[in-house]
Nanobody
Framework: QVRLVESGGGLVQAGGSLRLSCTAS????????MGWYRQAPGKQRELVAR???????QYTGSMKDRFTISRDNAYNTLYLQMNSLKPEDTAVYYC?????????WGQGTQVTVSS
């Protein structure tokens, strides 16, 4: 079992920045891929970015230009640095981890970008 706890969400003005964190606990030794998804009101959940244990990163679309995913394996923590935020980035952001063939999800953290 893996438990994921996100933090760092909040309200920010357009053009601002936020840094999300996700701390993993439990069977962390077997975690390979970790990532961030988001779900805006009335929309499907979408992949933001993910990163393997060795550091290979994947981003969705234009978020690559504004967001940076990173991972500290020593502290079992995943980060998402979000810059130049736009109102359309408003969503609940979820941390995920893949371990031993199972996917785990955090409870989500709200990010609201005001115009």
């Amino acid at each position: 079992q893996v438990r994921l706890v996100e933090s760092g969400g909040g309200l920010v003005q357009a053009g601002g920045s936020l840094r999300l964190s996700c701390t993993a606990s439990g069977s962390i030794f077997s975690i390979n891929v970790m990532g961030w998804y988001r779900q805006a009101p009335g929309k499907q959940r979408e992949l933001v970015a993910r990163i393997t244990k060795s550091g290979t990163r994947q981003y969705t679309g234009s978020m690559k230009d504004r967001f940076t995913i990173s991972r500290d394996n020593a502290y079992n923590t995943l980060y998402l640095q979000m810059n130049s935020l736009k109102p359309e980035d408003t969503a609940v952001y979820y941390c995920t981890a893949s371990s031993a063939g199972r996917d785990y999800w955090g409870q989500g953290t709200q990010v609201t970008v005001s115009s």
